[in-house]
DNA sequence: GAGTACTTACTCGGATAGACGCTGTCCGAGTTACACAGG
DNA sequence: CCTGTGTAACTCGGACAGCGTCTATCCGAGTAAGTACTC
């Protein structure tokens, strides 16, 4: 059970764009570009972001992508479900209807205890991905990346920014 | 991102395993049939759960399964570990690097900020797994299972176990 | 009655095949900004 | 100078193929318990 790559695209792709200034867009070709990786399938999951309103797009030249909503107010797990989707990590299957002692007529109520344990343990994934903010993840990011190269980066990503 | 079907599988053949007299084994064959899953495939969850150490297994008629530690011993982690591994579900491939702004002097220091926050989550999943033990969970369902089926589930189970 | 060979039931591992999702590429339709030509 | 057309750049969506993993099945090798058979 591994995360897609497009979750750790998704999630740089976002961090560069909260970097923005106000207004201002940035195209997947120059998205894809900084990060070295394949413009159309990084298209794929900037879609997804735009499909789960967290980055607005615009077409024509000029155009491309931006935060819908303040760094501040996007978490990890917003980025994360809109990339691999809301469903729980575990399925239940209730094999134990299958039990060949169980009368026809009795009716479970509830969901397995153990689907319930699972689903705790998947509630506590997402309570701390919620927890982080990508306004949290840049105040951690500027004190860890030498300024020359923090500077050099926002000033290519300007360059493109329509 | 879903778990694999077998470790439902896994943990259904725990809570049974766990429920068996001291030194008694069960085969797979009942295990299956207790399930109504296909022996063959529950055979490869097994036989992780065995590598694992969690079981130990004889050969030979009335051979089987039976847990090696006392169920209070044995967490969801350990057996959600067994089958699905123990890496982590976030990997990084470090795309940072890719950064056309980066000198080639320049040499990352510690791991990338988003890995660590996605591996923070991914221990706060494995730690909400690993406070529940399987002597829990049986403590839960005998509250919850109609005492009847409880009583004729596991004359079923004794029946087969050797 | 004691010892030995045989049968049976099971685990374990490898080989195999289909289904499905992830990765990655390609292309066309639609949209917008800009440049350029004509009045 | 103004208007209209054309072009370029971009998003978006669908189609497609390759690959690995998950699901599932089958078979053979090895092992242990119980049974039958021999002395």
Redesign the pocket.
Known sequence: ???????EWALHCCTILAGLPNGR???????AEFHG?????L??A??SL??AKL???????????RLSRPAAEISFLDVVEAV??KERTFVCNNIRTNNPCRPKSYCEAGPCAIARIMWEADEAWRASLRSVTLAALIQTLEKEIPVTLWQSSSEWVLN?A?
């Open positions: 059970m591994i995360l897609k790559s497009q979750v867009y940035l195209s997947t070709k120059a998205l990786v394949p413009k159309e399938y298209s794929k900037l879609q735009s499909q980055v607005d797009s615009t077409l024509g030249p000029s155009g491309g992508y691999e989707g493109r329509g």
